[in-house]
């Protein structure tokens, strides 16, 4: 199956009726979407369990009383030992080595370097940690969007700041849907094809 579209930097929207009940009621935003596959992490599932402050002492990084506390969140099932920040990058400007370019005004970072940063007060505004990510190998996103597990949106649809870095997680859904219009009451959980 050819994919249906580049989805990096939109919004994956689970629709009511999702199976995995490690996907209900996400919302993720797509990191990178090609023939090989998607990566992207959830932006609406918080770890209450991780504070930053305590992770970074985890990891040998030093703060100080100027430490920048950034939210963290479930990234998605694969590798949830591994984290990413995902952070504003002004528009012009170029991404830091060990940084992926989203669209025009995000990136993902995985190097060590920029929890240093936050640490000593410093690093990118605003951002969030995500451990772990949620992947797709080639075709299964496309196949599973056909199969009514997902719609897709645009990040210009949705009040996307908000919904990517925003702290009100139990929200984001709703507002990534009705920033496409949609009424969640008005969502069936089954697909219906003509």
């Known amino acids: 199956m050819e994919?249906?579209?580049n989805l990096t930097g939109k919004f994956l929207i689970a629709m009511p009726g999702m199976q995995d009940h490690r996907f209900e009621r996400t919302v993720i935003l797509v990191c990178a979407h090609s023939d090989d596959g998607a990566m992207g992490l959830?932006?609406?599932r918080a770890l209450p369990e991780v504070d930053f402050g305590q992770l970074l002492n985890q990891l040998g990084i030093d703060t100080d009383f100027d430490t920048t506390e950034i939210p963290v969140r479930f990234g998605g099932p694969v590798e949830p030992g591994r984290g990413f920040v995902l952070h504003h990058v002004a528009q012009g400007e170029s991404a830091a080595e060990g940084s992926m370019r989203i669209g025009e005004d995000l990136a993902m970072?995985?190097?060590?370097?920029?929890?240093?940063?936050?640490?000593?007060?410093?690093?990118?505004?605003?951002?969030?940690?995500?451990?772990?990510?949620?992947?797709?190998?080639?075709?299964?996103?496309d196949n599973e969007i056909l199969a009514n597990g997902w719609l897709t949106s645009d990040r210009s649809?949705?009040?996307?700041?908000?919904?990517?870095?925003?702290?009100?997680?139990?929200?984001?859904?709703?507002?990534?849907?009705?920033?496409m219009g949609v009424d969640p009451l008005l969502l069936s959980p089954s697909a219906g094809h003509a």
Do not use: H
């Open 3 to 5: 994919p249906s579209s």
């Open 42 to 44: 959830v932006v609406n």
């Open 109 to 141: 970072t995985t190097t060590r370097d920029i929890l240093e940063d936050f640490a000593m007060g410093r690093g990118p505004r605003p951002a969030m940690l995500a451990l772990g990510y949620a992947g797709w190998g080639p075709g299964q996103l």
């Open 157 to 179: 649809t949705a009040p996307r700041d908000e919904i990517i870095f925003g702290t009100d997680n139990d929200k984001k859904w709703v507002a990534a849907l009705r920033g």
